[in-house]
């Protein structure tokens, strides 16, 4: 267990934790690598196994299958996991589309709490309020 301290709080994480954010954020990195590089499949598909595997490390095997197979989430989780086997099988663009669909499905409850948290980072919450960006963002907002 590593104990982490932030503002005299202390953050406890286990070791299957740490190895899930470990392999999550490789595999956020080889999937930005290999679609850097054209598509490389064989990148795209080590991505999506470190992503996939490192969150089920990260929140548990039990609550990873709960979250993604709830009723209302079907269409979202057959976007994503069929995106990772169509990568899988040999067709990469196809595949990360589908898979950036099937993200968006995913996780659009959460990109409110994210752009909550960005606005109050100092330099970050700035860039909130830019002309542009700012007509995006009450979008984000529950």
């Not at 990873?64 to 995106?83: C, I, M, N, W, Y």
């Not at 898979?99 to 948290?117: D, H, N, Q, S, T």
Request: glycine share 12%; net charge positive; hydrophobic share 55%.
């Amino acid at each position: 267990m590593l104990n982490l301290y932030f503002n005299n709080t202390v953050l406890c994480l286990f070791k299957s934790t740490e190895i899930g954010m470990g392999l999550t954020g490789f595999g956020v990195f080889f999937l930005f690598f290999g679609m850097m590089l054209f598509f490389d499949k064989a990148l795209l598909a080590i991505g999506n196994i470190l992503f996939v595997s490192g969150l089920s490390f990260v929140i548990g095997l039990e609550r990873t299958f709960r979250f993604f197979f709830q009723r209302h989430k079907v269409k979202a989780t057959s976007f994503f996991l069929g995106g990772v086997f169509v990568v899988l099988i040999g067709w990469p663009i196809i595949g990360v589309i589908l898979e950036i669909y099937g993200f968006f499905l995913l996780f659009r409850g959460f990109f409110p709490v994210a752009v909550g948290f960005i606005r109050r980072v100092p330099v970050l919450g700035s860039l909130l309020s830019l002309p542009g960006i700012s007509v995006l963002d009450p979008k984000l907002r529950p």
